[in-house]
């Protein structure tokens, strides 16, 4: 039987927006086993990314649990949590959120270094030929198209060993075709390490791709 990594309990999450009270996720379940994937899909506004952002740790749900590797997440304190994001827990957002200063070589080691980890450079440039930019190591990010920018921030992400990505529209701000070669290094990547993956897409074709889907 396959390990469970993610487990989400009964999540429910509510806004208060203008006056009025907005229950946003009405007590969403779900499990996710070590190397599985999962697309999150819906319309805008059903939730989709307040989903992730609860299961990932980065908010806290008004009632229900998540527990990632057996620990209740609502119950860790944010420099636990910090830990977690670093070293068992990556990150693709819609946005690059790239340094500006460093280039792509430093902002894929940036995690290696907070962590002092040893061997930085070294994995950084192995994580930065995966996406294939071993060329544009030295260019900063104003130099770097969009579609290069999004793979040196998976490279960043995956550079850790991450037993988890979360994709939160990872292919948003990218042309069709850019996108579609975002996906094969995305699922590629994350297969050949074993992560998880909990991805959030409008992008029919692209959720297909992932082991099981859920439509908010």
Same mark, same amino acid.
């Not at 319309?43 to 989903?51: A, D, E, H, M, R």
């Given at each position: 039987?396959?390990?469970i990594?993610?487990?989400?309990?009964?999540?429910v999450?509510?806004f208060?927006?203008?006056?009025?009270? @907005?229950?946003?996720?009405?007590? @969403?379940? !779900?499990?996710?086993s070590?190397?599985e994937?999962?697309?999150?899909?819906g319309?805008?506004?059903?939730?989709?990314?307040?989903?992730l952002?609860?299961l990932?740790?980065?908010?806290?749900?008004?009632?229900?649990? @998540?527990?990632?590797q057996g620990?209740d997440?609502?119950?860790l304190?944010e420099?636990?949590?910090?830990?977690?994001?670093g070293?068992?827990?990556?990150?693709?957002?819609?946005?690059?959120y !790239?340094l500006?200063?460093l280039?792509?070589? *430093?902002?894929?080691r940036t995690?290696?270094?907070i962590?002092?980890?040893?061997?930085?450079e070294?994995k950084?440039? *192995?994580?930065?030929?995966k996406?294939?930019?071993?060329?544009?190591?030295?260019? !900063?990010?104003?130099?770097?198209s969009?579609?290069?920018?999004?793979r040196?921030?998976?490279?960043?992400?995956m550079?850790?060993?991450?037993?988890?990505?979360?994709?939160d529209e990872p292919?948003?701000?990218?042309?069709t075709?850019?996108?579609? *070669?975002?996906? *094969?290094i995305?699922?590629?990547?994350v297969?050949e390490?074993?992560?998880?993956?909990?991805?959030?897409?409008?992008?029919?074709d692209?959720?297909?791709r992932?082991d099981r889907?859920?439509k !908010?």
């Open positions: 039987m396959a390990e990594i993610l487990e989400a309990q009964g999540l999450k509510v208060e927006t203008g006056g009025k009270t @907005v229950r946003v996720l009405d007590g @969403v379940s !779900l499990t996710l070590k190397g994937s999962l697309a999150i899909t319309p805008s506004g059903s939730g989709k990314s307040t989903l952002a609860l990932a740790g980065l908010e806290r749900p008004t009632q229900g649990r @998540v527990f990632f620990a997440l609502n119950a304190s420099n636990q949590l910090s830990a977690l994001w070293r068992k827990i990556g990150f693709v957002f819609q946005s690059y !790239l500006p200063a280039t792509a070589l *430093e902002n894929v995690p290696l270094d962590a002092g980890a040893h061997g930085a070294k950084a440039e *192995e994580w930065l030929a996406v294939g930019l071993s060329h544009r190591a030295g260019h !900063l990010p104003s130099q770097l969009g579609g290069e920018q999004q040196v921030a998976l490279a960043r992400a550079v850790s060993g991450p037993e988890i990505l979360f994709a292919t948003g701000n990218l042309d075709r850019t996108g579609k *070669e975002m996906e *094969e995305l699922f590629s990547l297969r390490h074993g992560s998880a993956l909990v991805l959030v897409t409008h992008e029919a692209f959720a297909k992932a889907g859920l !908010l």
